[in-house]
């Protein structure tokens, strides 16, 4: 008998297993069971979501096709087994959106790992209640999955088997449903918090994201808790950033009132000004008290560190180099994080701040890991040493980058690791001026091509625009031989249709 009874006021439509098997992807597990095409017809009429098998299928064929990809099987598992990525994916075919798990089980403990995906699928008007509460399915789906390995060790099991472990995973989801952290809506709202002392470089960072320079001229501190919303192209949603004044009066205000300004935060961007030493001790203080009102929330939003005012001029300087690394070691003690992410920015090199907005937007994507997975699949099968995605703004969508662009450098081997990290530094902060030239002269219509060819010493660069739905985007290649492009033109159709749907729904 069935215990999985899905309600039709639920948000929640179904869960689906499906394996790559010697037939290819295959759903394996379906709940609701599935219907036929008559009686899905009917159920339409009453404006009711039923899936037949032929439903199941393309589901199950879109989910594997994007853990992977057109590489070949046998090698794929050999080399990725332990991936495991989340990613929220839409079937508009059957109005549904899907936060998928990819991960590898075994069917028996002798057997090789078989790819396989597991999605929650929700009415796709009602995807908000998957991106609102994601950190709250993660720990709850990978549990489910620790269950479910166990049971598949000892061989394949029938749906009667494994059904009470789907049972205990639905009712679990379902007391989400009813305590969601916010309301269910159709669209995502997101709220970015810009926090950190007074003068310590949040209003100019964020003029200099709108490229509104001239108002940096004679800026004003910022008094109170200024909101506005802002619309960020190509990402598919609306974003709110506060970004709080820094006086002490209203760091107080922030702190008591925790709950109106703190909660909910999808991402906070945390500003040090690198050259005033004697602040540091105060701001840590004030870090420290917004973490401490986030862990009371039982909320983890990212965030991400930027040292302000780091220009060219004062960046090599024994005092700074100095700053750099108190703070750096401070905030490993503070975050319990090794490798906390840090930027250092300066209203002279908009770039630098453009790529540290950028890697903070990137961590509200929960596609990120998913599309990253897919360029480094297209990147390695059109044997190109790097590759960026970026949206009309220069914004870096995703990326790969493989060791062997560090070959160009003719690197020692002591050199690498330093040098790997300056490389991506250099191509994340410079890449984006490609798209905003490439938008200016576009204006101006003195472009004839969608591409063009960059030769720097032994290397090449290959920069292109491409459009997803209404989105135009650019699509940057490090590689070796200029005649690469013409392989890269070939297969790229088919992967921005893979990897179209994850981009369309980048944030929500």
């Not at 490798?339 to 890697?359: C, V, W």
């Amino acid at each position: 008998m069935e215990l999985i009874k899905f309600s039709e006021s639920s948000v929640v439509k179904g869960l689906l297993l499906s394996s790559y098997d010697k037939f290819g992807p295959q759903p394996k597990y379906m709940y609701p069971k599935e219907v036929t095409d008559q009686e899905a017809r009917k159920f339409k009429i009453q404006n009711q979501i039923k899936l037949t098998f032929r439903d199941y299928m393309q589901i199950s064929i879109k989910n594997l096709s994007l853990f992977i990809s057109n590489i070949d099987y046998s090698d794929y598992e050999k080399n990725f087994q332990d991936i495991s990525h989340f990613g929220i994916v839409p079937f508009p075919d059957v109005k549904l959106t899907s936060l998928t798990f990819f991960h590898y089980i075994k069917i028996r403990k002798s057997e090789k790992p078989t790819a396989a995906t597991f999605s929650v699928l929700v009415d796709e008007n009602k995807r908000s209640f998957l991106y609102n509460n994601i950190d709250r399915f993660k720990p709850l789906i990978l549990n489910f999955f620790n269950k479910l390995d166990k049971e598949f060790s000892s061989g394949d099991k029938t749906r009667e088997e494994i059904t009470p472990i789907f049972h205990e995973l639905y009712l679990k989801i379902i007391e989400i449903e009813k305590k969601p952290y916010s309301a269910i809506t159709s669209k995502k709202k997101l709220k970015i918090l810009m926090c950190g002392l007074d003068d310590a470089g949040k209003s100019s960072f964020l003029l200099s994201v709108d490229r509104k320079f001239s108002r940096l001229i004679g800026l004003k501190p910022t008094l109170g808790a200024e909101v506005t919303e802002k619309s960020i192209e190509a990402l598919g949603s609306s974003i709110f950033i506060w970004d709080l004044g820094g006086q002490s009066s209203l760091r107080e205000k922030y702190i008591n009132k925790a709950h109106i300004y703190l909660y909910d935060a999808d991402l906070i961007f945390y500003f040090i000004d690198i050259k005033n030493r004697e602040r540091f001790e105060e701001s840590f203080e004030y870090l420290q008290n917004i973490r401490i009102n986030l862990k009371q929330f039982k909320q983890k939003p990212p965030f991400i560190f930027i040292l302000s005012k780091g220009d060219k001029d004062i960046l090599d300087t024994q005092e700074i180099i100095e700053n750099i690394i108190t703070v750096k070691s401070k905030l490993v003690e503070i975050t319990s994080n090794d490798n906390p992410e840090i930027h250092t920015t300066s209203i002279f090199s908009i770039f630098s701040i453009l790529r540290a907005f950028s890697s903070g937007i990137s961590k509200l994507s929960p596609n990120r890991e998913l599309i990253n997975l897919n360029l480094k699949n297209f990147s390695n099968r059109v044997e190109v040493y790097l590759s960026l995605l970026l949206n009309s703004d220069g914004l870096v969508l995703a990326d790969y980058y493989s060791p062997k662009a560090l070959s160009l450098l003719n690197l020692q081997s002591s050199q690498i690791l330093e040098d790997e990290e300056n490389l991506r530094n250099i191509f994340e902060i410079t890449a984006p001026q490609f798209a905003v030239i490439y938008k200016i002269f576009s204006k101006f219509k003195t472009l004839q091509k969608d591409e063009t060819i960059f030769k720097i010493s032994d290397s090449v660069i290959f920069f292109k625009k491409i459009q997803i739905a209404d989105y135009i985007m650019f699509i940057l290649f490090l590689m070796d031989d200029e005649t690469k492009k013409n392989k890269i033109n070939e297969l790229l159709p088919d992967f921005l249709y893979r990897t179209s749907d994850l981009l369309l729904r980048y944030i929500s």
